[in-house]
């Protein structure tokens, strides 16, 4: 007879090794165009679909998620690409509705946005909504969140997601900085941006180009890097991105230049 630690063991064991799916649902920085949607990247965990930013690639989330399972929608900051895509909410038809989180100072915004004259309010949405704001700190949501500012001119947050025994990171919009490391420390997967060409700076708007971003993973230590948020006056070509991975994924095997609507499992 299996004792109950045994149990507890293989449980333990079971939830270690469970295998998410990550797609990419808009990979563009500031405006669509044919290479791609504003941003936003869905998470398929056991219980729950995660959506990090509401770009206007959230549109598509419908056509991976059942919409059975709670859904979670983490705001990094409210540049227009990264939340253009909530006007498409009342679309959805969330069974157990969505759980959105924003940073601290953000809720009041976010009200006005989603909201008369220029979409279908929170309030008669056709699924249950809530806003909390989330102050800087590691949260029990019930999965473990950390936030952490960013290095941008309007107030970012990066998120590190502890969830079936995997950890995600996700830090865009932002140049390279110390809070951005910490969160991808050991991530199984960083997802970052990639809104300048090889070797470019802009120290009047911070953002990363590809080394940028290898920099971040490596002193982190992330088994894995997603490029995403290409600009879309910088890449405006799939090949423009290509030639990223060709470039650099030799340095750096883990290195995952996507595009919209490619699923990856991590
Ligand atoms: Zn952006
Ligand atoms: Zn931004």
Redesign the pocket.
Known sequence: MISPPYERTLFYREVNHLTMKVTFLGTN??YDTPAGN??SVLLETRDYDIVFDAGNGIAKADRYITQEKPVFLFISHM?I??IAGLHTLCKFRLKQGLAIFTQVGTKAQLGTFVNEPYTVPFAILPFTTSVTELAEGVHHLPFTVECRPLIHPAPCFGYRLEIDGKVIAYC??TGVCDNAIALARDADLLIT?CGLKPAESSPEWPHLNPQDAIHIARKARAKRLALM?FGAEVYRTQEDRQAVQERFGPEYPGLIVTRDDMTIDV
């Open positions: 920085g500031w504003t941003v540049h690409d990264h865009t919009d941006e948020h």
